[in-house]
């Protein structure tokens, strides 16, 4: 099961032009609520430029449960390992083209350069993760939606405007609830 989870300003992006570090966009309340769906799933998932942006833990912080299973797509092995993606505090899975490996909490999986969401969610699949939250950037994301493997979108929509910047993705399907 596959949940698309992104925040947007009032006018439609997810993060300004040249963000050098970390952006909030929405809420404390909001981010609580996103540690609890975190508790639910089995696994989370971001891209490359994610991580090195925003350097996350991926975690449960805000609230008391378990953390999910954090999975990094970083073809080429970029980033730094001092990345708080890195620490123990959660199993991680590094989708790469380069390596096989185990190294402490971190495993590293090597996959081919096609047809690359395929790859991660049969590997996933395999490995007994049945749903996963996809908390990338809109590149990651979109990948997602365009390869149609995805189950639920889940956006928050900020009253901030933005009025330039990275343009949130594009999505078509049925608004279910709001709130």
């Known amino acids: 099961y596959i949940i698309l989870k992104w925040a947007e300003s009032n006018d439609g992006f997810i993060a300004p032009k040249n963000q050098n570090s970390a952006f909030w966009m929405t809420s404390n309340k909001s981010k609580k609520l996103v540690h609890k769906y975190r508790a ?17 833990l991926l975690t449960v912080r805000e609230i008391q449960g378990r953390n999910p299973i954090r999975i990094i797509i970083d073809p080429k092995l970029r980033l730094k390992e001092e990345l708080n993606i890195f620490n123990t505090e959660s199993k991680t899975l590094i989708f790469n083209y380069i390596l096989n490996k185990k190294s402490d909490s971190n495993h590293f999986i090597k996959i081919k350069k096609d047809k690359i969401i395929q790859q991660i969610t049969e590997i996933l699949y395999q490995k007994d993760i049945q749903s996963v939250i ?3 950037g809109k590149k990651t ?3 997602f939606i365009d ?3 995805w189950d639920e979108a889940r956006v928050f929509i ?3 405007k933005l009025i330039n910047g990275i343009i949130a993705p594009k999505i078509k399907g049925k608004i ?4």
């Open 40 to 56: 639910d799933e089995d696994a989370i998932l971001i891209g490359r430029k994610t991580a090195e942006k925003d350097n996350p």
């Open 134 to 136: 996809i908390e990338g």
């Open 141 to 143: 994301i979109q990948k």
């Open 147 to 149: 390869n149609n493997m």
């Open 158 to 160: 900020s009253e901030k």
């Open 176 to 179: 279910q609830s709001k709130t």
